[in-house]
Nanobody, 115 residues
Framework: QVQLVESGGGLVQAGGSLKLSCATS????????LDWYRQAPGKQRELVAT???????DYVDSVKGRFTISRDDAKNRLYLQMNSLKPADTAVYYC?????????WGQGTQVTVSS
């Protein structure tokens, strides 16, 4: 069974930075798209950033210019560098990929940004 384990969350002041990491239990080089999602209290889970195997990236408008998604296929890891954090970024962050009609999720890591 594939496992995704996020780490790197925590409490940070507005304007600060965090780097999230997602470790996978399988090779990721064949996975076309890897994603970071987040879910704030009382809100739906939203797609934050994606990265393809070719290195193309995409971001939700609210994080463009502040967040950077990357992948290290040799280490089977996915990353999310988050800069200039805002209280609105407070949420549980999840790594995700979809393959063979199945969604794979990690357990999430909490990010809290204080004002």
């Amino acid at each position: 069974q594939v496992q995704l384990v996020e780490s790197g969350g925590g409490l940070v002041q507005a304007g600060g930075s965090l780097k999230l990491s997602c470790a996978t239990s399988r090779n990721i080089f064949s996975i076309n798209q890897l994603d970071w999602y987040r879910q704030a209290p009382g809100k739906q889970r939203e797609l934050v950033a994606t990265v393809t195997s070719g290195g193309s990236t995409d971001y939700v408008d609210s994080v463009k210019g502040r967040f950077t998604i990357s992948r290290d296929d040799a280490k089977n890891r996915l990353y999310l560098q988050m800069n200039s954090l805002k209280p609105a970024d407070t949420a549980v962050y999840y790594c995700h990929f979809y393959e063979h009609y199945y969604d794979y999720w990690g357990q999430g890591t909490q990010v809290t940004v204080s004002s």
